[in-house]
């Protein structure tokens, strides 16, 4: 698993913030101490491979960890630091999707922020037709919440290290819910953006808009951050929104077989949502064309579109209709991130767990998986919401208010 080929760097030194406090520190706290001085990205560094090296025997999130990288990269951060630089992201460690290379746009502008990669998180294996899964040399990505049960995909390693507390931020990339789905099933935070609004090197046209980069988080501060430092941009004030956000409710979009349970605690959570003033009902009705066959089709052509007959231009075109109809009455649409719980590592058999997400990379929408709590039979379950094009915002502002309504229902108790 080790990717470099020389020996780890030295453990964390005996302090109140060792490995074991380092797996729940989020991301901006991280930064923040970094950037104060009472923490080194060095020392950073050397918690989350302590922290890999106690975890990921068991859950096998990682195909390689790079301890000389790492050390090399945090050395990088803690000059910068001490020459003044500010860096938003200053030592936080970062684990990168195997489909993804240190070199590429994306990990690039997120060092150029100030974190660490630290590893390869692992996806799903090339001898199979699904992709919920995540594959390694030692056997399947385990799921943190439940190890008899898959992590989801296909950024099935990075939604693992994030929920195990191995890093606070991963990179994911989502071309039919790879980021969503593992998020959902790892109860952790995961954004598809707004098709288009990264560049993804390599794709254009309708290509680049499907397949989108997106991170990995435990909190939409983190989340954020990752988006601002994508985009070059200054992370949002994550307030609460200014007044709840119209919300219209689907179980299924019209098409998909969501299961009772699966829906029944989305729902639940959106609910509570309302109740803690980030959301607001809406009776809209959403009744979208299956994509099924359209997004089977644009993958493997993907000029698909140029035949304004096409089967998949007609599916685009009502797909595009019907959503500009319902985002004319709301400001969200809510819906279970999957229509069904996580599944064995045997596989989904006929289940379509993309079923409820890939219309929406059709589409280019942004959407979010938020962690909605779990079933009756203990089944972690995601809700997601998605909105007009661009309004990122929106999104990570709800799933504030969401942590809020969760943080303090956690103190009623």
């Not at 996580?342 to 989904?348: L, S």
Request: charge should be neutral; aromatic fraction near 4%; hydrophobic fraction near 45%.
């Amino acid at each position: 698993m080790n990717g470099d080929s020389s020996a780890a760097p030295p453990a964390p030194r005996s302090d109140p913030r060792g490995a074991a406090a380092y797996g729940s520190m989020p991301a901006c706290e991280i930064a923040d101490e970094v950037t104060a001085g009472r923490l080194s990205a060095r020392e950073v560094a050397r918690a989350a491979l302590a922290r890999i090296a106690e975890a990921d025997e068991s859950i096998r999130a990682f195909t390689e960890v790079w301890p000389a990288r790492a050390a090399a990269y945090a050395a990088d951060v803690d000059r910068a630091v001490r020459a003044g630089d500010r860096l938003p992201l200053a030592g936080v460690p970062l684990a990168v999707k195997a489909t993804q290379r240190v070199s590429s746009r994306q990990v690039a502008r997120l060092v150029a922020a100030g974190c660490v990669p630290v590893g390869a998180t692992a996806t799903p294996g090339a001898a199979t037709g699904w992709q919920t899964w995540g594959a390694t040399d030692r056997g399947p990505t385990l799921n943190p919440l439940d190890p008899d049960r898959s992590p989801g995909g296909s950024s099935a390693g990075s939604a693992a290290a994030v929920a195990a507390g191995m890093v606070p931020l991963a990179t994911g990339s989502d071309g039919a819910g790879s980021v969503r789905i593992p998020a959902a099933w790892c109860a952790v935070l995961g954004v598809k953006t707004t098709g288009g609004l990264l560049p993804v090197p390599g794709r254009s046209g309708g290509c680049a808009r499907r397949s989108v980069p997106g991170p990995l988080a435990r909190t939409a501060a983190d989340a954020a951050a990752y988006l601002a430092a994508l985009t070059g941009t200054a992370p949002p004030l994550l307030a609460p929104p200014v007044r709840p956000l119209r919300t219209a409710w689907s179980a299924t979009l019209g098409f998909a077989d969501t299961q009772q349970p699966v829906a029944a605690t989305a729902r639940t959570f959106l609910d509570l949502l309302a109740r803690a003033g980030g959301t607001v009902p809406r009776s809209v009705s959403v009744r979208l064309p299956d994509p099924a066959g359209c997004w089977q089709a644009l993958r493997s052509d993907p000029h698909n579109l140029a035949g304004h007959e096409s089967a998949a231009s007609a599916t685009v075109a009502a797909l595009i209709a019907e959503l500009d109809r319902v985002f004319g009455e709301v400001d969200l649409i809510a819906t279970p991130t999957t229509p069904n719980p996580p599944h064995g590592h045997e596989g989904p058999g006929e289940t379509m767990s993309v079923a409820l997400t890939w219309a929406f990379n059709i589409t280019g929408h942004p959407a979010i998986s938020l962690p909605a709590g779990r079933t009756a039979a203990g089944d972690p379950v995601g809700l997601q919401l998605v909105a007009p094009h661009g309004r990122e915002t929106d999104l990570l502002a709800v799933a504030a208010a969401a942590e809020a309504a969760a943080a303090g229902t956690a103190e009623a108790r």
